[in-house]
């Protein structure tokens, strides 16, 4: 009434109240009272804005990309940014321009300024795995820019959520890397087989080397086992040389003793043979007649045997003689 109005704003705006060109009343969530004819009222939002962008921009390779994301910020100098955009609202609270698009919109004119440098740079396959690097490089533009910083703004993030370029470059990289996986495939299956083959001949190789090994190691034992019957023989026959030996020297020696023996038994038998020679000298000479009669053995045998000699002796001398069984009968017939 009577021109006079109130007006009441929250916590996360800054408010500034000019009267006649001045300012009156300043700060956040601020309620009041003012005369509307001579009063003009700003308020400038504190609280953080998430600004989704989207922009196209060329590669090196002259093919287009789709960059999409969103950038965080907040305004923090209320008297910085109110001197360089109109946020004055009416009675009801309403702003008179949309002074928040502008800025949003001066902020992605920045952030695809400091992407579009980056973007000529490099290849559409770079770019679409680049994501964070546009990242960095936006953000780093955003904070150094002297615009935003005129302006009191601070960035607190920058998010790249996509980077695509058209359907008909999509597919045709998705042809050529799904050509290049199944060259990957292939050549992963050929590696396979070729160090399947490899290790098959490792194996083969090593059961050749095995094989040789116990070749070399039988022909080794056969060795060992020829060279030990050798021995074996040569002991043996060592050993027949020795027995033999043995055998002479006990054959020569028994051959020593018998010869031995034998001359012992010439030498006694000579001896004997003296000893009876020189015993039976004196008998050889002298008659048996007398011997007889030394014997002293006179019976009648002895005397018809003594007879009968002598009859044989003189043979010669004698004509005739007739000696018959009786007169034998009568003479041997003991008395």
Do not use: C
Not at 114 to 131: D, G, N, Q, V, Y
Not at 302 to 317: Q, V
Request: proline share 2%; no cysteine.
């Amino acid at each position: 009434m009577f021109g006079f109005k109130h007006i009441k704003f929250d916590s996360m705006t800054y408010i500034f109240h000019f009267k006649n060109g001045n300012i009156v009343k300043e700060g956040r969530g601020l309620s009041f009272f003012y005369f509307a004819p001579n009063s003009s009222i700003v308020a400038i939002p504190m609280g953080s804005n998430d600004l989704p962008f989207i922009f196209n921009e060329n590669t090196y390779d002259y093919q287009t990309v789709k960059i999409q994301g969103q950038i965080s910020y907040k305004i923090t100098d209320p008297k910085a940014i109110s001197d360089t955009l109109d946020f004055t609202v009416n009675e009801s609270g309403v702003y008179k321009k949309n002074e928040i698009e502008k800025l949003n919109q001066r902020i992605i004119n920045l952030a695809q300024t400091s992407t579009s440098s980056f973007i000529h740079e490099i290849s559409l396959k770079e770019a679409i795995r680049s994501a964070k690097k546009i990242e960095e490089n936006i953000l780093e533009g955003l904070i150094t820019s002297e615009a935003v910083q005129t302006m009191g703004i601070e960035i607190l993030g920058v998010n790249i959520l996509a980077v695509q370029t058209t359907p008909e470059m999509a597919r045709a990289l998705e042809t050529e890397t799904r050509e290049k996986l199944q060259q990957q495939a292939d050549e992963a299956i050929y590696e396979r087989r070729n160090f399947a083959v490899e290790q098959e001949r490792k194996i083969k190789e090593s059961e050749l080397n095995t094989e040789i090994a116990v070749e070399e190691k039988q022909k080794q034992i056969a060795e060992k086992r020829m060279e030990t019957e050798v021995q074996n023989e040569e002991n043996n026959r060592v050993l027949r040389e020795m027995k033999i030996s043995a055998d002479i020297a006990v054959e020569n020696q028994r051959k020593q003793l018998i010869e031995q023996k034998t001359e012992n038994d010439r030498k006694e038998a000579e001896t004997k043979g003296y000893v009876l020679e020189t015993s039976l000298k004196p008998y050889r000479e002298t008659d048996w007649r007398i011997l007889n009669a030394l014997h002293g053995s006179q019976d009648a045998r002895s005397n018809i045997a003594l007879a009968f000699r002598e009859l044989a002796e003189n043979a010669g001398k004698i004509g005739k003689l007739n000696i018959s069984p009786d007169l034998l009968e009568t003479l041997l017939t003991e008395k």
